[in-house]
């Protein structure tokens, strides 16, 4: 995007390397902190607006590390598929935009989070979306879904988004708008890709149409009686060579047909017949 190669210049030595590293651990760490006796700090590490208002200000970055999932296998899983995604944006972006990716996802779950200051919130959806940009820019990537079973990422991708799809009609507002802040995030960085994607599609659908209305039209067509090679498969056809274009007759008619001259051609025949009429 223009905009990001004009920030990265000046703002570029400040992006924070291996953030998604940084992320897992303070996950980790609250994990751990909930399974030795201390759930309190969920309740004080979510992002709750109201309390913020009133100066837990803190609220506005721990959010980032409650993690997601209770069960250590899920949680486990979770955090592999997380650092393997958010590395490899990174190392594709580059760490400056995949920086603002995260920053641009925070402040919209943020924003989004205002619109119902009393509902807690974490950033589960915000690092949902790296699961997406991450399916978006390798759709044929195979994950071995827990380590046994193959699936192309595209698959479980789309799986997402029926499910952001469902969100966003049916479930309440808070929901809905956590799921708009990340396809809000997801479509701010891809939407000229999203528009190549389209074009491309069309010009696909637009040649396979032109390629099956070729397979239905005949090569071969009679000029006299409108004979064709798929309506009589076992008709011979000739061309004339007496005849301007490619003027195909069946062999019926083939012999005798009235030859097709240009106007042009015929004009000039007549205007040298009378230019010969007048020199007599």
Same mark, same amino acid.
């Given at each position: =995007?223009?905009?990001?190669?004009?920030?990265?210049?000046?703002?570029?030595?400040?992006?924070?390397?291996?953030? #998604? =590293?940084?992320? *897992?651990?303070?996950?980790?760490?609250?994990?751990?902190?909930?399974?030795?006796?201390? @759930?309190?700090?969920?309740? !004080?590490?979510?992002?709750?607006?109201?309390?913020?208002?009133?100066?837990?200000?803190?609220?506005?970055?721990? %959010?980032?590390?409650?993690?997601?999932?209770? !069960?250590?296998? %899920?949680?486990?899983?979770?955090?592999?598929?997380? +650092?393997?995604?958010?590395?490899?944006?990174? $190392?594709?972006?580059?760490?400056?935009? +995949?920086? =603002?990716?995260?920053?641009?996802?925070?402040?919209?779950?943020?924003?989004?989070?205002? =619109?119902?200051?009393?509902?807690? #919130?974490?950033?589960?959806?915000?690092?949902?979306?790296? %699961?997406?940009?991450?399916?978006?820019?390798?759709?044929?990537?195979?994950?071995?879904l827990f380590f046994i079973l193959p699936? &192309? *990422? &595209?698959?479980?991708?789309?799986?997402?988004?029926?499910?952001?799809?469902?969100?966003i009609v049916f479930d309440d507002w808070?929901?809905?708008?956590?799921?708009? @802040?990340?396809?809000?995030n997801f479509l701010l960085f891809f939407?000229?890709?999203?528009?190549?994607?389209?074009?491309?599609?069309? /010009?696909?659908?637009?040649?396979?149409?032109? #390629?099956? @209305?070729?397979?239905?039209?005949?090569?071969?067509?009679?000029?006299?009686?409108?004979?064709?090679?798929?309506?009589?498969?076992?008709?011979? %056809?000739?061309?004339?060579?007496?005849?301007?274009?490619?003027?195909? +007759?069946?062999?019926? $008619?083939?012999?005798? $047909?009235?030859?097709?001259?240009?106007?042009?051609?015929?004009?000039? /025949?007549?205007? /040298?017949?009378?230019?010969?009429?007048?020199?007599?």
């Amino acid at each position: =995007m223009r905009w990001l190669d004009k920030l990265e210049p000046r703002f570029g030595r400040y992006a924070v390397p291996n953030v #998604t =590293m940084g992320l *897992i651990l303070g996950q980790v760490a609250l994990y751990l902190l909930v399974q030795f006796g201390h @759930a309190e700090v969920l309740t !004080n590490a979510a992002l709750v607006p109201s309390l913020v208002l009133e100066g837990e200000v803190w609220r506005l970055v721990t %959010f980032l590390f409650v993690p997601p999932l209770r !069960n250590p296998i %899920f949680a486990f899983f979770y955090w592999y598929l997380f +650092y393997l995604m958010g590395t490899a944006l990174e $190392h594709h972006w580059g760490t400056f935009r +995949y920086n =603002m990716f995260l920053l641009i996802g925070t402040l919209a779950t943020v924003a989004a989070a205002f =619109m119902t200051p009393d509902r807690p #919130t974490s950033g589960f959806f915000l690092q949902s979306s790296v %699961f997406l940009a991450f399916a978006f820019l390798n759709p044929d990537f195979v994950l071995q879904l827990f380590f046994i079973l193959p699936v &192309k *990422i &595209k698959w479980l991708a789309l799986i997402q988004w029926i499910g952001y799809f469902l969100t966003i009609v049916f479930d309440d507002w808070p929901m809905r708008l956590m799921a708009t @802040a990340a396809v809000f995030n997801f479509l701010l960085f891809f939407q000229h890709d999203i528009f190549l994607r389209i074009k491309q599609g069309r /010009r696909r659908m637009a040649m396979q149409a032109q #390629t099956i @209305a070729d397979k239905h039209k005949p090569r071969h067509v009679c000029r006299v009686c409108g004979v064709t090679n798929l309506s009589d498969p076992t008709m011979r %056809f000739r061309y004339c060579s007496k005849c301007e274009g490619q003027c195909g +007759y069946c062999m019926e $008619h083939i012999r005798g $047909h009235e030859h097709v001259i240009k106007e042009s051609i015929v004009e000039s /025949r007549e205007a /040298r017949v009378e230019g010969r009429e007048s020199t007599r």
